[in-house]
């Protein structure tokens, strides 16, 4: 049994046209009928014998009839690989909107003058008012989260990416697909950021709790060494994604 085979129907058509042939005249040409031409075109695909008599027919080899080969995609990258998306935009804005309400509710039950940083040693050493807090916190944990994902869908858009093997993964066939699993990533950190943020007003508002206000250091170490931790993990998986070609 002559089993189907892949053939680039586009091709086909090309060539054909090139001659000024009709699909009725290649099949006369070829010794096919009108309707296996037609097939063969629509479908994309062949019988070893049909093959070699279209190519025959049009005087060019068989492979030159072949199906352009799939360019390989890893995981997580194979979700319509030609068309951009920009889901992490309203997410990244949700989240920040979230954590902005947070800032505002935890705000609010602050003193009047915050104790707004600490030493080392947990002690507060420097102070502002609680209007003047929120309204910092509030800046960072949505502006800042916002704006960074704006200028990096920016230098997308611009097509200024500068990524290892960057002829490979941004190569026609994959730059959408690349585009987006950069964005999803990039989406993350603002998230992440902002969350961050978030957290830190939290203790801020635990340290003004107690008097004289005063942050524990294990506060401190735990929240700095999981903020290095996730930015860490998240660089290394930027930077293996990028850092090989996959087979």
Request: proline share 5%.
């Amino acid at each position: 049994m002559d089993t189907p085979m892949a053939v680039s129907g586009e091709t086909i058509k090309s060539l054909r046209e090139a001659k000024a042939w009709s699909q009725a005249h290649l099949a006369e040409a070829a010794g096919l009928s009108l309707r296996t031409i037609q097939r063969v075109e629509t479908e994309g695909t062949a019988s070893a014998k049909t093959r070699m008599a279209i190519a025959g027919a049009l005087g060019v080899v068989v492979e030159k009839l072949n199906a352009p080969q799939a360019a390989t995609v890893p995981a997580g990258l194979q979700a319509d690989p030609t068309v951009e998306t920009t889901w992490g935009i309203p997410l990244v804005f949700g989240c920040s909107a979230a954590v902005l309400l947070f800032v505002l509710w935890i705000g609010s039950g602050l003193p009047p003058t915050v104790a707004s940083h600490f030493g080392a040693a947990g002690d507060a050493n420097d102070r502002m008012s609680r209007d003047g807090f929120i309204a910092v916190m509030g800046f960072l944990s949505t502006v800042v989260p916002g704006a960074m994902l704006a200028a990096f869908t920016y230098v997308v858009r611009r097509g200024k990416l500068n990524l290892q093997n960057g002829a490979f993964w941004l190569a026609p066939e994959r730059q959408a697909a690349t585009r987006n699993w950069l964005h999803r990533h990039f989406s993350r950190l603002c998230m992440g950021l902002s969350l961050f943020l978030g957290w830190l007003t939290w203790l801020v508002a635990l340290a003004n709790r107690t008097s004289p206000p005063a942050m524990k250091l294990l506060w401190i170490v735990g929240t700095l060494a999981v903020a290095l931790a996730s930015t860490s993990v998240w660089m290394v998986v930027l930077q293996r994604r990028f850092s090989r070609k996959p087979a």
